[in-house]
């Protein structure tokens, strides 16, 4: 497809997206240990992933992702109190305090998780696809994963059948560089991830994950892929996390420059110094957008803490769709 | 003589470390065992001591490597598998159930797997559904395989080292939360029998049956029945498969009742089992059905409430030993 011109309004989109899921992050970071508790894993450096998926999918295609799930939720339009009281395990929360961090939810807005297993998101966004194909629709799974999670053997299983059917799937990885704390050249002679797709002609290429005005377009480009042709991209979006995996690991595998190296092209940073240069906004509109976003963080903290834990007669709901399931009670 | 007091997760490695200097053909494979010294610590100095080629960083690709892992058991190896956690065994769980414990039945006592699978199994904090699910009732069902889940440092390394010797393949469960737990450990060699269950604490008029982190709770049940003149006699399983119901039956003649404290769900688990050995070989001898203290039934849920209202607490186990005495 032919490269989209991007408009003033893509910017400010982006900018505003991006600083929300960097600003409500940040917070969850230090809510940790005392409101937060469990494996809680940041987005911070990826954020022009999802925020390039939000400009260049259509309204009604779906996504599904692991654990690493903040931005997404957020991208996809989980209100941030939602999403704080959920990593809170109030009742208020995106999963009702049952899924947290790891687990976010929201079928109203084509959220379909937040998967704690590593890889086995991947068969399931072809067969999201694949109900989307079976009930004649036109819409596209966006299904994430890390650079880790390529080497489950789900992935070459996948790969094939949604080639061989014909799904309409974008297979996206995240490539932060390191799977907990193992490189991505230290699990494969296969480096470009991209390549796997090779096996089963699934076109396939390599995106510049810390701009993302890249991530649009190869996404958009996907996305039409499998709209119109049924035809399955995988996509390798080169990225990177600035924080340990999760809040327990120092982050020792990898040197203090590599991360400067990456904060030096930090994508938020990287679109306000578009919007400031093509005159798009001035910095005090930025800092607007900054205050307002500020605004949001707190207001879901609030939320989050004036909100009540669930009952304990929750314990016994969600489990079936039977609504008077003969649970064992001893 | 005063003795040392070591981590679980020293236990572990410390038992990795003596086997493997024991024994060439002994090797650990895992995701994060080697460079990051293993997720939880447990194998912390094992790549500076025997080299990449005996402790072994995989990709994450459970069902992969536990496959090369029992291949290299059915030719001469004697690998010891570490599971990041149990939860991601489900991956893998086809070679151990179907190769691995299946192997020297299938080739009629020709091609033995002697091979350790290890990790840390159900809850720890508020991990949700996907991590925190126990697994020793899956194991122990299966023929073939041995179940060890201890309870503490001593029991730890005794028991590992017991399973890396055995020539059977052996499913050994951990605990996330019990790796910092210190414990008397003396300096040199110690091994345990696999298939004996340890009288924990002395009493007589119940015996609470339990494994794993749940020991705990069995412990400090105990002590609080006993402020109330129940003296309450406790049994550590150690080992899950082959169960030594005996020892349970022999407590249960002494004390007529019987509460069993598992983690897991209750349909089918090590309590259910526990539950029919005991009324098959102590009929005459209970004064009141067997009771049991499992995990809800249901998927864990992240809230800590929630986690609070679905564990097996002293609180619960001092109910049901009430219970069983008629004593509500
Ligand atoms: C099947 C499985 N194995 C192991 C784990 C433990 N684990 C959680 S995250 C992770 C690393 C995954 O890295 P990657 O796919 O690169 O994603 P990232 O964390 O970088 O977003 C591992 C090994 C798991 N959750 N599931
Ligand atoms: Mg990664």
Redesign the pocket.
Known sequence: MAKKAFSKADYLYWFELMLLMRRFEERAGQLYGTKIRGFC?LYIGQEAVVAGMMSAMGPNDKVIT???DHGHALGMGISPGAVMAELYGKITGCTKGKGGSMHLFDKEKRFLGGH?????QIPLGAGIAFAEKYQGTDNVCLCF??????R?GALHETFNIAMTWKLPVVFII?N?M???GTSVARTSNVTDLHRLGQAYDMPNQAVDGMKVESVHQAIADACNRARTEQIPTLLEIKTY?YKG?SMSDPAKYRTREEVEEYRRIDPIEQVRATILDKGYANQATLDDIETKVLAQVDESVQFAEDSPYPPDSELYTDVYMQADYPYLQD | MSERVIAYRDAIKEAMDEEMARDERVYLMG??VAEYNG?YKASKGLLDKYGPKRVIDTP?A?LGFAGVAVGSAMNGLRPIVEF??W??AL?AIDQVVNAAAKMLSMSGGQVGCPIVFRGPSGSAGQLAAQ?SQTFENWYANVPGLKVISPSNPYDAKALLKAAIRDDDPVVFMESEQMYGDKGEVPEGEILLPIGKAHMARQGKDVTIVSFNKMMKVAHAAADELAKEHIDAEVIDLRTIRPLDYPTIVESVKKTNRLVVVDESWPYGSIASEIAFQVQKHGFDYLDAPVKRVNGADVPMPYAANLIEAYLPNPARVVQAAKAALYRL
């Open positions: 894993h692991a654990y690493r704690g297993i590593v890889g086995a994963m890390g650079d880790g999670a390529v489950q995240e932060n390191y799977a907990m996390r995996h | 995701e994060e997720a994450i459970e990041m956690t939860n991601f991956l991590h």
